[in-house]
């Protein structure tokens, strides 16, 4: 067998672009078929004439195809009648916000909105949950996820805002308006050239603030209906400077969990507390000596507290009694499942020790909440990279300390690889924290998002 293979095909010295590509796919084949070298046309423009070999074939072909273009918010601002519209939706989502699995009409506000883009859409995933898939025009088998939530609070709205709620004692201050305005946004930019090889889903959670929205659609079979290699979100960042993005490898965010402690005694009269078991003592005991749980019982290395939050028992208009009962109430945060253990273990143990030394009972009722938010350090440097093509390298923190705050995107990292960000939503003077009546959204920072979603499909899955 010869060393090396003739390829003759017809063609002129003025071939076209197209079909000087032709003959070069048509050499890639025979040469990859045959294991042997090629004698490639004149015109090919890879070859020239020369010996086309199997060995660096590959590298020769992927430049055919350039990889998928990086989009920055410039681009996205500058399109304006796209950003008008995204911040009418934003607008609108705000003035009409829907707390834990009431979000109806936001859920098909999304929907119409996706399938409008010639999506194929899933409702009522977790009960009012969205997902819409996006497949590229490139092959590929990589099938990654987009998420972000939609429910609002049940705090009264204090912004002044002209697009302010219209729902008595509900609004958006996490800004799951801005979140779920972002995605929208990135979906309707990528069904419009989805230059990508592989498969993205848009998942629209609801019940994000404590209804465990994302457990939810994970046990309505959301993984099992859409098969999905990695998962990644986005929250914003209250105060932090406009665009900052700061995430971690590992623990990002805290497992919250909920406990209350009932001390029960007699109770009696004040003037004679010799006659009653005073469920008091016990309480004041058990609050005094709480901070030795984390500070004896959690290694340094370790991150880990435990705070009171509610404290109650008797009546104010009758404070010579001794109450019966004392209510004692808090929250205990952690970042590994071990220390999560001691927690509820210590907590439960100080409480009855106080409790039988007093002479009155403890009940104990510990509640586990979201698990720790754990990053996989592979998506974490994809974050990395899709933010600093956005808005350079100084504004993508990777190695951030963790936060207290908890998100149940956690249990979505329990079932597959993926990373969660926060990007700043500016820290100028009228800045507030979210949770508070004063928040919302910035609207400036929807580009930003934009581009970052974007970018995350591009160096997922947009590789030439």
Same mark, same amino acid.
């Given at each position: ?89 934003? =607008? ?14 936001? &859920? ?89 090889? #592989? ?13 465990? /929205? ?22 914003? #960042? ?31 009269? #004040? ?62 945060? &952690? ?17 009855? /020790? ?8 403890? =009940? ?22 899709? =933010? ?29 690889? /993926? ?46």
């Amino acid at each position: 067998m010869p060393a090396a293979l003739a390829l003759a095909l017809p063609a002129a010295a003025n071939s076209t672009e197209d079909e000087a590509q032709r003959v070069d796919e048509i050499a890639a084949f025979l040469c990859a078929l045959s294991g042997k070298a090629l004698v490639c046309p004149a015109h090919s423009r890879f070859a020239k004439g020369r010996l086309f070999n199997p060995l660096n074939f590959g590298q020769a072909f992927r430049q055919q195809k350039a990889p998928m273009q990086h989009a920055t918010p410039e681009e996205i601002t500058a399109d304006h009648a796209f950003m008008e519209k995204m911040i009418a939706i934003r =607008h609108d989502i705000h003035t009409h916000p829907e707390t834990a699995f009431e979000e109806v009409r936001t &859920s098909a506000l999304v929907a119409e909105f996706l399938e409008g883009l010639g999506m194929e859409v899933h409702r009522g995933l977790g009960k009012t949950g969205v997902v819409g898939t996006l497949k590229g025009k490139r092959p590929g088998q990589k099938v990654i996820a987009l998420r972000a939530d939609m429910d609002a609070l049940h705090i009264t709205e204090d912004t002044g805002v002209p697009y302010t709620s219209q729902v008595a004692g509900k609004m958006h201050a996490c800004g799951h308006d801005g979140h779920t305005t972002m995605l929208l946004g990135a979906a309707e930019k990528l069904a419009a050239n989805p230059d990508f090889a #592989g498969t993205v889903r848009f998942i629209f959670q609801p019940a994000e603030e404590g209804g465990g /929205g994302a457990n939810e659609m994970i046990k309505d079979g959301l993984f099992d209906l859409f098969p999905t290699d990695a998962i990644y979100g986005v929250h914003n #960042g209250p105060m932090d400077p406009l665009g900052q993005m700061t995430t971690r490898v590992g623990p990002y965010t805290s497992a919250s969990d909920d406990w209350e402690i009932v001390f029960e005694g007699t109770g009696g009269h #004040g003037a004679s507390p010799e006659k009653a078991t005073d469920p008091t003592v016990a309480a004041g005991q058990f609050m005094a000596n709480l901070g030795n749980v984390v500070s004896r019982h959690v290694a340094l290395t370790d991150w880990a507290v435990v705070s009171i939050g509610h404290v109650s028992g008797g009546e104010r208009e009758s404070a010579n009694i001794i109450p019966a009962k004392v209510l004692v109430a808090g929250t205990a945060r &952690s970042y590994r499942p071990e220390v999560r253990d001691t927690l509820q273990r210590e907590i439960t143990r100080l409480a009855e /020790g106080c409790a039988m030394a007093c002479g009155v009972e403890a =009940h104990v009722d510990y509640e586990r909440g979201y698990p720790p938010l754990v990053n996989t350090a592979e998506e974490v440097a994809v974050t990395g990279r899709a =933010h600093a093509a956005s808005l350079g390298a100084e504004m993508a923190d990777t190695k951030a300390p963790a936060i207290g705050a908890s998100e149940d995107f956690a249990y979505f990292l329990e079932k597959i690889p /993926g990373a969660y960000v926060s990007i700043g939503n500016g820290d100028g003077p009228d800045a507030a924290f979210v949770h508070t009546p004063k928040f919302d959204f910035n609207d400036k920072l929807i580009p930003i998002g934009v581009a970052y979603w974007m970018n995350i499909v591009a160096e997922e899955l947009g590789g030439a």
